[in-house]
């Protein structure tokens, strides 16, 4: 399998989060990047840094804003210049206050528009943010490229991940949304596209942009959001809308999950995938499901990693896996490898 690498795909992330109540270190640290790579390497894949697509920097934007909202993006490319010029600033963008039920004027300060577009405080934004997430949607586009093209599976190496994005709002580590950005793109070939989401939270960015459309379904399988994140969404329930009804579909599953229970869920997923008559398949592709994983309640082992990637191969479908989370990064080289390899088998 050919792995395309975003070109910062070893940057340092994020300083800090809040987690349940605490400040704590980011958990999307450089060496997850390190990690990846290697095991997508001990896969045996064959890795290239991602370039800018055909049509250069303009063509990038255009696929960007195929998905994205204009002022949001403008948002992103300009936040940091615009907050680090206030006095005493900080190291990073946390939004501290957001529009609400009950306050929702929109306004220019810094102040207002980190909390009008970012989501929560995971998603803080540094100096090199814009750039990291461009090089992310860079190597997913490529990958995408390369399924227009007639490969069969493509490993997008992207850091930031893009799942929990919407539209208009950076949310959960993610700014871009690379699977819903992949998707638009396969679509100028591909009649029917899928993404299925197995990262462990509830792939909440890709459900917000297509739950409107019938062309696009998006199926997750992710830890119960009554009490997980994202917890606002990811509800059996939640259907799709209007032309969408149908074609979005979550499978949340309890804590402690193990792999014959994830394989179940798995399965359904697949079948909604066939069922639906998908020409091309997107993995939103988390390894936070792993039993040790510090933001996942799962119990997940480096195996069912084979298994699964072993089950997605059996829907014969044009691959592309896009890198969400995965946090425990002793594990995360193995776990990748297995994916892949299982997939491959
Ligand atoms: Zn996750």
Redesign the pocket.
């Known amino acids: 399998m050919r792995a395309i690498i975003s070109p910062y795909f070893e940057a340092q992330g994020p300083l800090q989060m809040l987690y349940r109540g605490y400040f704590v270190s980011h958990y999307d640290v450089a060496k997850r990047g390190q990690q990846i790579h290697l095991g997508l390497i001990d896969a045996g894949c064959s890795t290239e840094v991602a370039s800018l697509p055909e049509g250069g920097e303009s063509s990038l934007h255009e696929s960007i804003l195929s998905i994205h909202d204009a002022q949001y993006i403008d948002y992103l490319q300009s936040a940091w210049a615009n907050w680090s010029n206030m006095p005493n600033s900080s190291a990073e963008i946390f939004p501290n206050i957001s529009p609400n039920r009950h306050i929702n004027q929109f306004n220019q300060h810094p102040v207002a528009l980190a909390g009008w577009y970012i989501g929560d405080a995971a998603a803080l934004i540094g100096e090199h943010t814009w750039r990291n997430a461009l090089g992310s949607a860079s190597a997913v586009i490529e990958a995408a490229a390369r399924l227009k093209s007639g490969e069969l599976a493509v490993y997008a190496l992207c850091r930031p991940?893009g799942?929990?994005a919407c539209q208009d709002m950076a949310m959960?580590?993610c700014f871009l949304n690379n699977v819903a950005i992949a998707a638009q793109s396969l679509r100028q070939q591909f009649s029917r596209v899928a993404i299925l989401d197995i990262?462990?939270?509830h792939g909440n960015g890709a459900q917000q942009i297509f739950y409107h459309r019938d062309d696009v379904l998006t199926v997750s399988i992710?830890g119960d959001p009554s009490n997980f994140?994202p917890f606002y969404s990811g509800f059996a329930q939640e259907t799709g809308f209007e032309q969408g009804e149908g074609f979005n579909v979550n499978l949340p599953l309890p804590p402690e999950t193990n792999e014959i229970a994830y394989l179940e869920a798995l399965n359904t997923a697949g079948n909604k995938v066939l069922e639906f008559g998908a020409e091309a398949l997107i993995v939103a592709t988390?390894f936070?499901?792993f039993n040790s994983d510090p933001?996942?309640c799962f119990e997940l082992e480096s195996c069912s990693y084979y298994a699964i990637g072993r089950m997605i191969r059996s829907l014969k479908l044009p691959t592309l896996f896009a890198q969400?989370?995965?946090?425990f990064v002793p594990a995360l080289r193995e776990n990748v490898r297995q994916m892949v390899v299982g997939f491959e088998s």
């Open positions: 991940s799942h929990h959960g580590m990262d462990m939270h992710h994140y988390g936070d499901t933001l996942g969400e989370g995965g946090y």
